[in-house]
């Protein structure tokens, strides 16, 4: 029998013994470092000659591994095997292959710490942000499995006399699956499992950051079952792969997380029907926000600020539900900025695997510059309240950094930035301060702090976010709690962990049968 679905509890690393375990979880993580690792094409281990070289963003002289690289033509490979795999694979029932994702659950649990450490050194993350990446990881699979169980029923119809009418889901066929480095087990597993357990084959690219992480994922999928084929592993560059990946006219539907260019271009990629290819692509994209905390007069304040701090520099920052913008009523704005100030002076930015650390660095080489050169920018543009360097000379540490008087038409509060940099605005009221939200293409996440119901009702009915919040931060949505995704150049599609995502990998069907029965044909006798 299978449970109702519970929310996977955080590890609480305040507790002596959960401490020393991730202690030894690093530990051991760090003895199997520098290792290689294949292509994974109809189950099929393929090693290449070029490989991506996994490093960690906080020690870059530190290899995680090296990752063989896919081509073009291993792109063909493993569209042929997801095809063979899913002539099969589509007519097991919603349960069986629910039973896939219940089973790799159980697997990330017994592995939990182990996949978190992975995630701290790979990924740069610390002890609570690794920890609740592999949880929400879990989550996603015990989720998805049971609304594919649901989903799996026949619809229900109003009967007709005389015929029998009934409507189910189908699932599409082989797709791509794009997810980002900055989840990278969390929403690489809910992107992966929910278009899986539908019935789809995939083709999945990770993240070049993350693709140790990924092959974790890769070994966890075959320990729970699920047949050769179904899940295609393919890292490589996105500038080589990546189109030919999207444009493919075998690929059924693409499913991205990432920046608003390159989702914008798989968008225009995939509505371009190619040779041969008999339907129109469904792509799901999650491209990122500029998300908003609007404080009022009437706000408990040092809640709010430790909301912003909170909101704005957990994981450096890389979220694309993080608090980028901090729009502040003006009778509270110094107030507010003291506090926000204060209490940033107090995180401690060090490498993720020392459990003091608050902060650890951003993702590679190339993030780092294009960070720097915002807080450049906004120290010619903007008042500098706090940070604007990096720290140390080893690794990509940034100091978080808080800009105020920030004009909310310029880079700064304008443009996702994708780093541990917060745009501090002042607003002469409510309304104004809800316009200033509102005034961006993106539409991911905001929060309000007020304790005006009147304010709570026009937030709700005029903040243009896919996940408004109201007295609390803006990150860490929980899969069934809070249905994530955005609108406007946020993204289009479903909200992942809610229970309409899985209908995006779905067609419905309607079959009519008149049971009049009149002019039937018998039939032939079987000849077993």
Request: include cysteine; proline fraction near 6%.
């Amino acid at each position: 029998m299978v449970l109702p679905y519970r929310h996977q509890a955080l590890t609480d690393f305040s507790a002596p013994e959960n401490r020393r375990a991730m202690g030894a979880a690093l530990e051991a993580v760090r003895a199997a470092m520098g290792r290689s690792y294949p292509l994974v094409i109809g189950g099929r281990r393929v090693f290449t000659d070029e490989a991506i070289v996994s490093t960690n963003p906080g020690r870059p002289n530190e290899v995680i591994g090296r990752v063989s690289k896919a081509t073009a033509s291993h792109i063909d490979e493993a569209l042929d095997a997801g095809w063979e795999a899913f002539g099969i694979f589509r007519r097991q029932p919603g349960a069986v292959r629910a039973r896939y994702l219940y089973r790799a659950a159980a697997i990330m649990r017994r592995r939990r710490l182990e996949l978190a450490a992975w995630e701290v050194f790979e990924a740069g993350k610390n002890w609570p942000e690794a920890d609740a990446d592999v949880a929400e990881a879990i989550d996603f699979l015990e989720y998805y499995g049971r609304h594919m169980e649901e989903l799996d029923r026949p619809v229900p119809l109003t009967p007709l006399e005389g015929e029998d009418d009934t409507a189910f889901y189908v699932p599409l066929g082989v797709g791509a699956i794009i997810p980002p480095w900055n989840f990278p087990l969390a929403i690489l597993t809910g992107m992966t499992a929910g278009a899986v357990v539908a019935g789809n084959p995939v083709v999945l690219k990770p993240a070049s950051p993350t693709p140790v992480i990924a092959e974790k994922f890769m070994d966890i999928m075959e320990e729970a079952g699920l047949p050769p084929g179904v899940i295609n592993l393919l890292p490589g560059d996105g500038g080589v792969i990546g189109d030919y990946l999207v444009s493919h006219p075998r690929v059924r539907f693409v499913s991205f997380t990432g920046s608003r260019e390159v989702g914008l271009r798989i968008n225009a990629l995939a509505a371009q029907a190619g040779k041969g290819q008999r339907w129109i692509k469904r792509v799901v994209a999650e491209m990122g926000g500029k998300d908003a905390i609007i404080v009022d007069e009437t706000a408990d304040l040092d809640d709010a600020a430790q909301g912003i701090v909170t909101s704005a520099f957990g994981f450096q920052g890389q979220k694309c539900s993080a608090c980028s913008r901090a729009i502040l009523v003006e009778p509270v704005y110094e107030a507010v900025v003291e506090r926000v100030v204060a209490l940033t002076e107090r995180l401690r930015v060090g490498q993720a695997d020392d459990p003091e650390s608050d902060m650890g660095p951003v993702i590679d080489q190339r993030a780092f510059d294009k960070i720097m050169a915002y807080i450049d920018w906004g120290k010619h543009h903007a008042r500098l309240l706090y940070g604007g360097g990096r720290v140390g000379n080893e690794g990509y540490f940034i100091q978080p950094t808080i800009f105020g008087d920030v004009d909310p038409a310029s880079k700064l509060g304008q443009e996702e930035i994708f780093g541990p940099v917060l745009a501090v605005m002042r607003a002469k009221d409510f309304d104004e301060a809800l316009r200033i939200a509102n005034g961006t293409e993106y539409g991911l996440t905001g929060s309000v702090y007020t304790r005006r119901r009147d304010r709570i009702e026009q937030a709700r009915e005029e903040f243009e976010v896919g996940n408004l919040y109201i007295n609390r931060k803006i990150t860490g949505a929980l899969v069934d709690r809070q249905p994530f995704g955005g609108f406007k150049l946020s993204g289009i599609g479903s909200k992942a962990g809610g229970p309409d995502y899985l209908q995006q990998f779905l067609l419905p069907r309607a079959i009519c049968e008149n049971t009049m029965r009149h002019g039937f044909v018998p039939s032939p006798p079987s000849i077993h």
